[in-house]
């Protein structure tokens, strides 16, 4: 199995900072790598598919980038509803395999 | 919008068998080009993708779990479902049913996810 590494397990941060997460791939994954945003409660919401395409109705202050076995999902200004855990995911090779998580809270 | 919603027992004794049903509204569990998966969260942990199922009924499992696990789809009933045998202490999680375009491998519509105890 393709193991998934996130990066920080935890992040505090303030509405209008930008923030980085990262995500590595234990091999060559490609672009297939999606990200989610994950609230209590509710469903997932999947943000960028393929490494970097932006979901529709997703803003614009999300993306990301990578390619191989290394990727980073950006929020360029963070908002208060952005205060959530964040997962990787690839897609490349079955079974399908998550990130650990990153929960990003308020500082 | 699509909207996919989980149903199904809360509390299963271990050794006996998890079912749960995923119902489609919004769209066809029929319409080629997608997968309806089922993944799983216990408590404080991970996320883990179980398998999934084409309208056909071609499926996938997870070889962590291939062995007790079986998804089925009901075209005519707008839905797919999962079962799990010889459940343990392990397999108390939240469950989730989602949607993946076809060879893309990422989920584009999640339910809210259904949680299941395994207790005595």
């Known amino acids: 199995d393709t193991q998934m590494t996130q990066s920080p397990s935890s992040l505090s941060a303030s509405v209008g900072d930008r923030v980085t997460i990262t995500c590595r791939a234990s091999q060559s994954i490609g672009s297939y790598l999606n990200w989610y945003q994950h609230k209590p409660g509710k469903a997932p919401k999947l943000l960028i598919y393929?490494?970097?395409s932006l979901q529709s109705g997703v803003p614009s202050r999300f993306s990301g980038s990578g390619f191989g076995t290394d990727f980073t999902l950006t929020v360029s200004s963070l908002q208060a509803e952005d205060f959530a855990t964040y997962y990787c995911q690839q897609g490349y090779s079955t079974p399908y395999t998550f990130g650990q998580g990153t929960k990003l809270e308020i500082k | 919008q699509l909207q996919l919603q989980e149903s199904g027992s809360g509390l299963v004794k271990p050794s006996q068998t998890l079912s749960l049903t995923c119902a489609v509204s919004g769209g066809s569990v029929s319409s080629g080009g997608y997968s309806w998966s089922w993944i799983r969260q216990p408590p404080g942990k991970g996320l883990e993708w179980i398998g999934y199922i084409y309208h056909s009924g071609s499926t996938y499992y997870n070889p962590s779990l291939k062995s007790r696990v079986t998804i089925s789809v009901d075209n005519s009933q707008n839905q797919f479902s999962l079962k799990l045998t010889s459940v343990t202490a392990a397999d108390t999680a939240v469950y989730y049913c989602a949607r993946a375009p076809r060879g893309w491998g990422y989920l584009d519509f999640w339910g809210q996810g259904t949680l299941v105890t395994v207790s005595s």
């Open positions: 393929g490494a970097s």
